[in-house]
């Protein structure tokens, strides 16, 4: 891929950059960047890992780092080489080729930011969490000059496109994923937040109050795709032999975090144990390979069964209590009326700046006991309870559908002041 400058004649037209990782950060992305897009600026994303398909899907065309890598980029080559073989990268969620530049791009970056010694002590401490690849996002900003940036709050190369946007004086604004509100270093221009609740959470990190702007969330808006399929969901459960009296879990498996995740399946495992009945339903995660998911089944044995290839809607209706943790997963779940238990390690979910009190949910944050007796005392819900349960929290948390158009108008101001100053 090439990249293209605006035409010289067109000076009205502005040129916003998106960058994002996928998962749900593509995911409320998207209908940002249509927004954008049908109020006539022009669109360049940086899709990283899983990102690509989904733009792709939207008909956004993708950049990579594999189209930032040159000629003069061998040593970086051949990091990410090492690298990409030392994760095991088979090129199915991601092609091997991006891998590699990604991985290659970041670590170079990195030996030069810091040397080589600490570079490698620290790659050997913190894997990918190491990243902040400011020089290749230096690259990207300087062959595609945008007049905007527009991300999330997620580190690396996120992150880096906040900072770089802040070195060249355009106006960055940020989309904060709900399960990202721990994350201190978010310095956008403009920080798009869900719900009041959340002020007071960023502001104790840190963060500057006049930057913050209520929104809304489009993973909220987004949970209407997953809306009104209950009878799927029965289906699902015919198919798979699950009685209606069965209380059934399903598990939304999230990557990179090897504590939580021994957490969550040891309570589930136990839980079985406490409850022969019980059912579990595993889905992977998009960064996650088919052998983690049948790991975890072996697991878990015969209670437990694969519902990775299953449309999200159908198996949300499907379940009886969505378990997880870091997950928009869990969101769309509780939106629906679902019962949701977050597992979190090291901090009770509230840290996340949820307006808890709207919606019972359930937050284990650090013994396996507490959550397997919890989950093994999941009962079946009427419908009719799940789905006033689900009204109420939609109307709560101002599910109007129009978050995305309140973001989109965020960058266009962020835009229009711009324009002020230059011209002052």
């Given amino acids: 891929m ?28 998207l209908p940002v960047l249509q927004e954008l897009k049908a109020q006539g600026c022009r669109i360049s994303v940086l899709g990283l890992t899983t990102a690509t398909e989904p733009l ?13 890598l040159t000629s003069d980029d061998e040593r970086a080559r051949q990091h990410g080489i090492r690298l990409a073989e030392e994760m095991g990268a088979d090129g199915k969620s991601v ?26 002590q620290l790659y050997q401490a913190q894997g990918r969490r190491a990243f902040l690849p400011l020089n290749p996002i230096r690259r990207l900003f300087h062959q595609l000059k945008p007049d905007a940036l527009l991300t999330t709050n997620s580190p690396r190369a996120e992150l880096a496109s906040v900072k770089v946007a802040q070195e060249r004086g355009i106006p ?15 310095i956008a221009d403009r920080v798009c937040i869900p719900f009041e609740a959340t002020i007071p959470q960023l502001t104790a990190r840190g963060v500057d109050p ?13 949970a209407a795709d997953v809306l009104h399929q209950e009878s799927a969901g029965i289906e699902w459960r015919t198919r798979y032999s699950i009685n209606n009296d069965t209380p ?54 015969p209670a437990a069964l694969n519902a990775s290839d299953d449309s999200l809607g159908t198996v949300l209706h499907a379940c009886d209590v969505l378990v997880t943790h870091h997950s928009t997963v869990g969101i769309k779940a509780a939106l629906i009326g679902k019962q949701v238990a977050f597992f979190n390690l090291e901090n009770d979910i509230s840290v996340y700046g949820l307006p808890l ?26 419908l009719a309870q799940q789905q006033a349960r689900g009204n109420q929290i939609r109307q ?26 230059d011209a002052a």
């Fill in 2 to 29: 090439s990249f293209t400058k605006s035409p010289q004649n067109i000076k009205t037209v502005k040129h916003v950059l998106a960058t994002c990782y996928g998962g749900g950060h593509v995911q409320m992305l």
């Fill in 56 to 68: 792709r899907a939207a008909g956004f065309e993708p950049i990579g780092f594999r189209h930032l």
């Fill in 95 to 120: 092609p091997l080729e991006e891998t590699i530049a990604y991985l290659g791009l970041s670590y170079a970056d990195l030996e030069e930011r810091i040397g080589t010694e600490n570079a490698k």
């Fill in 172 to 186: 960055a604004i940020s989309m904060v994923s709900l399960f990202g509100l721990q994350i201190a270093d978010i």
């Fill in 210 to 222: 006049r930057t913050l702007v209520i929104t809304g969330h489009p993973s909220f808006d987004c």
């Fill in 248 to 301: 059934l879990a399903l598990y939304a498996m999230q990557p990179g975090i090897g504590n939580q995740s021994t957490l969550v399946e040891a309570s589930l495992l136990q839980a079985i144990k406490q409850n022969p009945h019980l059912r579990i339903a595993v889905r992977k995660h998009p960064n996650h390979r088919d052998a983690d998911v049948q790991k975890v089944i072996d697991q878990l044995g």
């Fill in 357 to 382: 009190h709207e919606y019972d949910w359930a937050s284990f944050s650090t013994t396996v006991d507490a959550g397997a007796s919890a989950l093994a005392s999941i009962k079946r819900d009427p």
């Fill in 396 to 421: 709560t948390w101002n599910c109007d559908g129009r978050s995305h158009y309140r973001i989109a108008e965020t960058v266009l101001q962020s835009l229009s002041a711009r324009a002020n100053r």
